[in-house]
Each structure stands twice: as C-alpha cells, then as structure tokens.
C-alpha cells in the first residue's frame, strides 16, 4: 500500500512558476514508475508527466513539454512537477499516482494502469 500526497498548488499570474511535490509513504517507492496527471472542470483526467523508477526516462504531454519538469528523489519518497510559463490553460487539479508495472520505452500507461492516487492539489493561473 502506497499513500500519496501532494502539495504546492495555488493561484499564480500567467507566466509565473509553481512547483508541485508528491510525498509518498512506505519503502518502496523506488519501485514505483510515477506520473503527474491533472483534471480541469467539465473535462476528463489526462496525462502531464511521468517518470520512471531510476528517473533514466521522463515524459511529456505535448501541451507541457519545455515548460514543465518532472524529477523524484528516492531517498525522500518524493516526485516533483516543476512548472514554469504558466497558461491560463494550465488551470486543473493536479494528481500524482504511482504504477508498480513495467514500462517500455517510449511508452506510458493509460491513468487506469495506476495502482495508487492521491487527492489532488489545485493549480489556478489568472490571466
């Protein structure tokens, strides 16, 4: 069992920077490949970002690459999101959920393949 939990959403300026962390509980994080997805009102869950368990290989959402970052650090069972240049679009809970499956290169599951989520932190960019 894995909880997660994230943080460092908030209101900021079009243009400005947020950084998101997701604490996870337990020992086995680094088992764990992670991914970043985000939820605006009125549309469905869709991918951000992911990273796999040694963070050799990250991806991206075309909409985010360039301005978005995504790392982890074992040692402290954390990933983080970086985001920079915001856009108004880029408005929508943001979650982190963790997939103990394996991942070919070059490809990421569907949000249905994740095994544990955590509740969302919410990111608003005024325009």
């Known amino acids: 069992q894995v909880q997660l939990v994230e943080s460092g959403g908030g209101l900021v300026q079009a243009g400005g920077s947020l950084r998101l962390s997701c604490a996870a509980s337990g020992r086995t994080f680094s088992r764990y490949n992670m991914g970043w997805f985000r939820q605006a009102p009125g549309k469905e869950r869709e991918f951000v970002a992911a990273i796999v368990r040694s963070a050799i290989y990250m991806y991206y959402a075309d909409s985010v690459k360039g301005r978005f970052t995504i790392s982890r650090d074992n040692a402290k069972n954390t990933v983080f999101l970086q985001m920079n240049s915001l856009k108004p679009e880029d408005t929508a809970v943001y979650y982190c959920?963790?997939?103990?499956?394996?991942?070919?290169?070059?490809?990421?599951?569907?949000?249905?393949?994740?095994?544990?989520w955590g509740q969302g932190t919410q990111v608003t960019v005024s325009s």
């Open positions: 959920a963790a997939d103990s499956g394996g991942w070919a290169v070059n490809t990421t599951p569907p949000a249905t393949a994740y095994d544990y």
